[in-house]
C-alpha cells in the first residue's frame, strides 16, 4: 500500500508507532516540524502519528496539519498515543485531516508510558505497556488497510475545558517551555541532540533554549545530570523516561 506517515515524537513512543505502523503497511515516515508544509498526492494514505498533550493534539501538530494538503479520495488515518486518557485528541486529529482534504478517516489510540514528568507511570507497568502496545500496532495496521472506522470519536466539552485549563497552568505557572539547565550541567550536548525541533543551540559549551520549544520534554528526559528542568519542576523526585527504541533526533533525525 502506497503510505505517507507524519510523526511527532519526543520520548520515542510515537516513533515506535510510527515505524510499527510505516513497515506494516509498506509506507514511508516523515518527522513534523514546525516550518514544512507538506502535501500527500492523489492514491496515498495519509497518516498522523502523535502524543497527546493536553487532552489534545500538541501545538505543532495541529499546526502542520493545518498546513497539510491531501490529494483527492485520499484515505486518512491518526494514532494518537498517552499515558492516561486522549480527551479530544482523535476527534481534532478527524476534524484536522478531513479539513486537509482527506475523503475519509480511521481513528486509534494507544497507552504508552507517560513521559509527563507530573503523572509518570509507574515502572513496573512500563514493560506490559509496551509489549502491549507492539500487539496494537498489527491490529492498527490490518484496520487501516481494510480503510476500516477504528475507534469511535465522540467530542468531549469537559475534556476541551479540562485540557484549556491544564494546558495554561502548566505553560504560564510552571513554565512548561521555559526549560533551562541547573548548576549540574556537564555540557555534554546531549539536550540539543535530543531536540525534535532544534531548539537547543550550545554555546561556550552551555546548552541555550530558544523559543520554538514544542514541549516534548524530550531534553528534560536525555539529560543524564537531571539538570534540564522547567521552572517549576521537582528535579529531585523526576524519573527519566525514554522508549527503548530511541528518540527520534538520536536515531532518525526529525528536523530535516
Ligand atoms: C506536555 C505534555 C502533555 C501531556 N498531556 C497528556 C494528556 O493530556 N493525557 C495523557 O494521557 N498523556 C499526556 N502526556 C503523555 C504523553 O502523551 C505520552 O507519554 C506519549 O506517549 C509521549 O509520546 P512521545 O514519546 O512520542 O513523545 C503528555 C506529555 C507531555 C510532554
Ligand atoms: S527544547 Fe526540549 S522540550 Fe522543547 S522541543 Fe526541544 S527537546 Fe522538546
Ligand atoms: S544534557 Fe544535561 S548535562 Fe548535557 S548539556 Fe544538556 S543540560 Fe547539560
Known amino acids: 500500500m502506497k503510505a505517507r506517515i507524519y510523526y511527532f515524537s519526543g520520548t520515542g513512543n510515537s516513533l515506535a508507532l510510527a515505524e510499527g505502523i510505516a513497515s506494516g503497511l509498506g509506507g514511508e515516515l516523515r518527522g513534523i516540524t514546525w516550518d514544512e508544509p507538506e502535501s500527500v498526492e492523489e492514491g496515498v494514505v495519509a497518516g498522523l502519528v502523535t502524543p497527546v498533550y493536553f487532552l489534545g493534539v500538541p501545538d505543532i501538530v495541529r499546526r502542520f496539519a493545518r498546513a497539510l494538503r491531501l490529494g483527492r479520495g485520499t484515505h486518512s488515518f491518526a494514532v494518537v498515543n498517552m499515558g492516561l486518557r486522549k480527551g479530544n485528541a482523535l476527534v481534532q486529529a478527524r476534524s484536522l485531516l478531513l479539513g486537509a482534504g482527506a475523503e475519509s478517516f480511521s481513528g486509534y489510540s494507544v497507552q504508552m508510558p507517560d513521559n509527563s514528568v507530573v503523572f509518570p507511570t509507574r515502572e513496573g507497568e512500563i514493560p506490559g505497556m509496551l509489549e502491549a502496545s507492539r500487539a496494537e500496532i498489527d491490529r492498527i495496521v490490518a484496520d487501516i488497510a481494510r480503510h476500516g472506522e477504528g475507534e469511535g470519536t465522540a467530542w468531549s466539552p469537559l475534556s476541551s475545558i479540562g485540557g484549556a485549563a491544564m494546558k495554561a497552568f ?42 520554538r520549544c514544542a514541549s516534548c520534554f524530550a531534553c528534560i528526559h536525555r539529560c543524564p545530570s537531571k539538570a534540564a528542568g522547567y521552572r517549576g519542576m521537582n528535579r529531585g523526585t523526576f524519573k527519566p523516561y525514554v522508549h527503548p527504541a530511541g528518540t527520534p533526533t538520536l536515531q532518525a533525525p526529525q528536523v530535516r
Open 170 to 211: 502548566c505553560e504560564r505557572a510552571l513554565g512548561f517551555r521555559d526549560i533551562s539547565a541547573s548548576g549540574d550541567c556537564t555540557g555534554c550536548g546531549l539536550c540539543a541532540r535530543a531536540c525534535p525541533v532544534g531548539n537547543i543551540k550550545m554555546e561556550g559549551g552551555r546548552p541555550l533554549w530558544a523559543d
